[in-house]
């Protein structure tokens, strides 16, 4: 099967601009994450859903970012009035559940450039 | 959250098996041990996961001593193709997981 896909591979935005990024989940898969990585630093934590709802959002770093999954697959992460500093790569995961030992499934990310 | 130390970054040759130890003095009673591998352009991917004392897999070894306060991550023969950065994470119930700098491995020919 499949495994997590994201879209677009490369977005590349001024400075202001809305931008919108998609996650396709494993299929079966309840639990979805978002993390976003920046040159030479480890993933860090931005939000993940149980089915529809977000579980924990404690890792957005401020209100210009909001994520929804609103039918419990697909999620998109929207950022407005884009920042340089929101460069950097957004990886999404997804897991069976929320059992300690669930693995998390990373897709490839999605590589966003602020000018 | 327990924090997590590793080397920066190692060199190995083909063929040799590579051990990355990580420590982790703060691990709560409940934490599980992981180890995720990235390479370049692609997200981070499950390697192996343990409790204590040791956990094999086709890919890995993961070695964890009584005290649980490291754990060391083998790979048996490297290839070129391991050559990657190399995460070891400490986490329980908490379902985000935390990431450090990681380990450059760099496997020469």
């Known amino acids: 099967g499949a495994g997590v896909s994201q879209t677009p591979s490369n977005k590349v935005t001024e400075k202001g601009k809305y931008v919108e990024l998609r996650c396709d989940p494993i299929s079966g898969h309840t639990a979805l994450y978002w993390y976003r990585q920046s040159l030479g630093q480890g993933p860090e934590f931005l939000i993940y859903f149980q089915g529809t709802g977000a579980a924990d959002d404690s890792g957005l770093p401020n209100d210009r970012f909001f994520a929804v999954r609103p039918e419990g697959s697909v999620s998109t992460l929207k950022i407005q009035r884009t920042e340089r500093g929101d460069s950097a790569v957004y990886l999404c995961?997804?897991?069976?559940?929320?059992?300690?030992?669930?693995?998390?499934?990373f897709g490839p990310g999605t590589r966003l450039t602020v000018l | 959250l327990a924090k997590t130390t590793q080397p920066i970054s190692m060199d190995s040759y083909e063929g040799q098996e590579v051990n990355i130890t990580c420590s982790h003095n703060?691990?709560?009673?409940?934490?599980?041990i992981t180890w995720y591998q990235q390479f370049p352009s692609q997200g981070p991917r499950f390697i192996i996961q343990g409790y204590k004392t040791k956990v094999t897999n086709e890919v890995a070894s993961l070695f964890i001593p009584a005290d649980r306060k490291s754990s060391t991550l083998s790979l048996p023969r490297v290839s070129l193709s391991d050559t990657a950065v190399y995460y070891c994470?400490?986490?329980?119930?908490?379902?985000?997981?935390?990431f450090g700098s990681g380990t450059q491995l760099t496997v020469l020919p």
């Open positions: 995961a997804s897991s069976f559940g929320l059992a300690t030992l669930d693995t998390q499934y």
């Open positions: 994470l400490v986490g329980g119930s908490a379902r985000q997981l935390t």
């Open positions: 703060n691990i709560a009673t409940n934490d599980y």
